[in-house]
């Protein structure tokens, strides 16, 4: 398959994806003496798009590879990213690229991508165990890391209410750290 | 009972909560019919420390280096590195060229000796014991070195944001190079063990095969991805730090064979290769390391309020001996803690490949089949046996397992 260059990359999402593309920026960063190029994309989507936008990277490169979701507490949203790897196995080839998709804490919701990406399973259930966000048709919806005897509702990387502050132990004689101002 | 019932029942073996190979915590629920495995069900977990809570609430970005340090002990240079790139990149700090040189030099001698364990644990699973004693005897030679170099065996705190904290003088080189001779001088002799013993073949071959078209859907990463044909390696696809200076190809196992076939025997080749090119590395890295300062904020009154007032996201990925690490760091200006911090250890995606090695494996091949992965729970986490006729659950510890292992390759000597 013929590769793309990472601003091209970012055009064809902003083709496929139309009104369902949101930003799309590219990271270049020089590395040791010969200034070779690390390179890593960005692309943002809107939740109505973000099946197609996975599906679009099935087309980049037959089997990419999903490294892991990682999730950011935004206040009143909460940030997804699928950190992806395309065109591997070849010589500086290689492109990271983050695939951005933001939802209300209204609509905690993500479509799961398991059938597209086998793999994604252990993330998946991660993400759903830890940011309370719902995954929906995962095949195996069981935590993952979290034990049985952690109640529900308590979501361990939240800054809010839903926050795993409530079960941390204060030793004897000592005060609760007030865990709700920043830093 | 009627043979149809039977034929129906299978039986669910608990192993663990002490995982059966490398007595870490996890449990396999190993569904076997028989001596077969069918089914195989891993639940992780069991240790989960909140390193990444920690470090989003608690830890200042530096002291968060040494808690990285603390995911795993073998990993100790992986994780901060993989840490102090993301978070160069979100603060845009730069790094002396002669520190990313130090770096990756930490980072072989590493490898050297996470695979070097790793075949001892290996030879240990087939009851090979005295390979054991003599894998590990010869790796520490390179945990003499690390020690030498920088400053302890295990957790090392070499790394420092926009840079590395002990620099390598000329007075070190020529024990260092003796180091690196005595593992060339060796490695003909452990290939001849590892590669060309009858037993170690009978034992590996045809073992725990994973396809080339499993590795990729189930995203497997490092030696157990290389061994199945994957040709994918960070250092080569995406290559950070002096890895980009230097040309690594990744290794897979036809470069010995001609053939992939994707079994325990192949990733023992894998490894082997790596430990002589980890070696190569380290030698083009001395002999190409520029002089120069190693690095670029040594206040570290002055670092720490560059990285409360930078904002930004940075991911960065590292080759452990494992497989792709991969750190995604947030910063936010003001806070002095990570906002967002994610880490992805190489264990975490292969063992999603666990149910489909062991599929079709007889019970005594589960602890090599299983360990070949090289899985560390340190950076992720037990096996329970049942009957189908009878539905009864019992568990298999890793003295019993071991056991069943050790039998097998003596049947096969005689």
Same mark, same amino acid.
């Given at each position: 398959m013929?590769?793309l260059?990472?601003?091209? &990359?970012?055009?064809?999402?902003r083709?496929?994806?139309?009104?369902?593309?949101?930003?799309?920026?590219?990271?270049?960063?020089?590395?040791?003496?010969?200034?070779?190029?690390?390179?890593?994309?960005?692309?943002?989507?809107?939740k109505?798009?973000?099946r197609?936008?996975?599906e679009?990277?099935?087309?980049l490169?037959?089997?990419?590879?999903?490294?892991? &979701?990682?999730?950011?507490?935004?206040?009143?949203?909460?940030?997804?990213?699928?950190?992806?790897t395309?065109?591997?196995?070849?010589?500086l080839?290689?492109?990271?690229l983050g695939?951005?998709?933001?939802?209300?804490?209204?609509?905690?919701?993500i479509?799961?991508?398991?059938?597209? &990406?086998?793999g994604?399973?252990f993330?998946?259930?991660?993400?759903?165990?830890?940011?309370g966000?719902k995954?929906?048709?995962?095949?195996?919806?069981?935590?993952?890391?979290i034990?049985?005897?952690?109640?529900?509702?308590?979501?361990?990387?939240r800054?809010?209410?839903?926050?795993?502050?409530?079960?941390?132990?204060?030793?004897?004689?000592?005060?609760?750290?007030?865990?709700?101002?920043?830093? | 009972?009627?043979?149809?019932?039977?034929?129906?029942?299978?039986?669910?073996?608990?192993?663990?909560?002490?995982?059966?190979?490398?007595?870490?915590?996890?449990?396999l629920?190993?569904?076997?019919?028989?001596?077969?495995?069918?089914?195989?069900?891993?639940?992780?977990?069991?240790?989960?420390?909140?390193?990444?809570?920690?470090?989003?609430?608690?830890?200042?970005?530096?002291?968060?280096?040494?808690?990285?340090e603390?995911?795993?002990?073998?990993?100790?240079?992986?994780?901060?590195?993989?840490?102090?790139?993301?978070v160069?990149?979100?603060?845009?700090?730069?790094?002396?060229?002669?520190a990313?040189?130090?770096?990756?030099?930490?980072?072989?001698m590493e490898?050297?000796?996470?695979h070097?364990?790793?075949?001892?644990?290996?030879?240990?699973?087939?009851?090979?014991?005295?390979?054991?004693?003599?894998?590990?005897?010869?790796?520490?030679?390179v945990?003499?070195?690390?020690e030498?170099?920088?400053?302890?065996?295990?957790?090392?705190?070499?790394?420092?944001?926009?840079?590395?904290?002990?620099?390598?003088?000329?007075?070190?080189?020529?024990?260092?190079?003796?180091?690196?001779?005595?593992?060339?001088?060796?490695?003909?002799?452990l290939?001849?063990?590892?590669?060309?013993?009858k037993?170690?073949?009978?034992?590996?071959?045809?073992?725990?095969?994973l396809?080339?078209?499993?590795?990729?859907?189930?995203l497997?990463?490092?030696?157990?991805?290389?061994?199945?044909?994957?040709?994918?390696?960070?250092?080569?696809?995406?290559?950070?730090?002096?890895y980009?200076?230097?040309?690594?190809?990744?290794?897979?196992?036809?470069i010995?064979?001609?053939?992939?076939?994707?079994?325990?025997?192949?990733?023992?080749?894998?490894?082997?290769?790596?430990?002589?090119?980890?070696?190569?590395?380290?030698e083009?890295?001395?002999?190409?390391?520029?002089?120069?300062?190693?690095?670029?904020?040594p206040?570290m009154?002055?670092?720490l309020?560059?990285?409360a007032?930078?904002?930004?996201?940075?991911?960065?990925?590292?080759?452990?001996?494992?497989?792709?690490?991969?750190?995604?760091?947030?910063?936010?200006?003001?806070?002095?803690?990570?906002?967002?911090?994610?880490?992805?250890?190489?264990?975490?995606?292969?063992?999603?490949?666990?149910?489909t090695?062991?599929?079709?494996?007889?019970?005594?091949?589960?602890?090599?089949a299983f360990?070949?992965?090289?899985?560390?729970?340190?950076?992720?986490?037990?096996?329970?046996?049942?009957?189908?006729?009878?539905?009864?659950?019992?568990?298999?510890?890793?003295?019993?397992?071991?056991?069943?292992?050790?039998?097998?390759?003596?049947?096969?000597?005689?």
């Amino acid at each position: 398959m013929e590769r793309l260059s990472p601003q091209a &990359i970012i055009d064809s999402f902003r083709k496929e994806l139309g009104k369902g593309f949101v930003s799309g920026t590219v990271y270049e960063r020089e590395v040791a003496v010969k200034k070779n190029k690390f390179r890593s994309l960005w692309v943002e989507v809107k939740k109505s798009a973000f099946r197609r936008a996975v599906e679009h990277i099935c087309r980049l490169q037959e089997h990419p590879h999903l490294a892991v &979701i990682s999730s950011g507490d935004l206040g009143t949203e909460v940030e997804l990213i699928y950190h992806f790897t395309i065109y591997y196995g070849h010589h500086l080839e290689e492109l990271s690229l983050g695939l951005r998709v933001k939802l209300p804490k209204t609509d905690l919701t993500i479509p799961t991508i398991t059938d597209l &990406i086998p793999g994604a399973i252990f993330t998946e259930r991660e993400t759903q165990e830890m940011m309370g966000v719902k995954v929906v048709d995962i095949p195996d919806g069981r935590r993952l890391f979290i034990s049985e005897d952690v109640p529900e509702g308590v979501y361990p990387w939240r800054k809010d209410e839903t926050g795993p502050e409530k079960l941390l132990r204060v030793l004897p004689g000592r005060k609760p750290k007030q865990w709700d101002q920043k830093g | 009972m009627a043979v149809s019932e039977t034929e129906k029942g299978t039986y669910t073996i608990p192993i663990g909560p002490i995982h059966p190979a490398l007595k870490e915590p996890i449990q396999l629920m190993l569904e076997i019919d028989g001596e077969k495995v069918v089914n195989t069900d891993v639940l992780a977990g069991q240790v989960h420390r909140s390193i990444e809570w920690l470090g989003m609430n608690r830890n200042n970005p530096v002291q968060t280096i040494y808690l990285a340090e603390r995911i795993c002990g073998i990993c100790n240079i992986c994780h901060p590195f993989c840490l102090v790139m993301a978070v160069e990149q979100a603060a845009n700090i730069a790094v002396p060229d002669r520190a990313e040189y130090i770096r990756v030099i930490a980072a072989e001698m590493e490898r050297i000796h996470s695979h070097m364990l790793w075949a001892g644990v290996a030879a240990h699973e087939i009851g090979f014991d005295t390979v054991f004693y003599l894998t590990w005897r010869a790796r520490e030679e390179v945990m003499d070195l690390i020690e030498y170099v920088f400053g302890n065996r295990v957790t090392k705190a070499a790394l420092q944001f926009g840079g590395v904290r002990r620099d390598i003088t000329a007075e070190q080189l020529p024990r260092i190079q003796k180091s690196l001779d005595y593992y060339k001088g060796i490695f003909e002799h452990l290939r001849r063990i590892f590669l060309e013993d009858k037993t170690v073949q009978a034992r590996t071959r045809n073992v725990g095969t994973l396809s080339t078209e499993d590795a990729l859907k189930l995203l497997t990463v490092g030696p157990s991805a290389r061994a199945s044909g994957v040709p994918k390696d960070v250092r080569q696809d995406q290559p950070y730090s002096a890895y980009a200076d230097l040309n690594i190809k990744a290794i897979t196992p036809d470069i010995v064979t001609g053939t992939v076939v994707g079994d325990v025997y192949d990733r023992i080749i894998v490894r082997l290769l790596e430990v002589k090119q980890s070696i190569e590395i380290i030698e083009e890295c001395i002999a190409k390391m520029p002089e120069g300062p190693t690095m670029s904020e040594p206040k570290m009154p002055r670092l720490l309020r560059l990285l409360a007032a930078a904002a930004g996201e940075g991911v960065a990925r590292v080759e452990a001996p494992r497989g792709e690490d991969i750190h995604y760091v947030r910063l936010e200006a003001g806070q002095q803690t990570l906002t967002t911090w994610k880490v992805r250890a190489p264990t975490y995606v292969n063992l999603m490949a666990v149910p489909t090695i062991l599929k079709g494996m007889q019970i005594a091949d589960v602890p090599i089949a299983f360990a070949s992965l090289d899985p560390c729970m340190s950076c992720t986490n037990r096996v329970t046996v049942t009957d189908r006729a009878t539905g009864r659950t019992s568990l298999l510890d890793y003295e019993e397992l071991h056991r069943l292992s050790v039998e097998k390759t003596r049947k096969l000597q005689r």
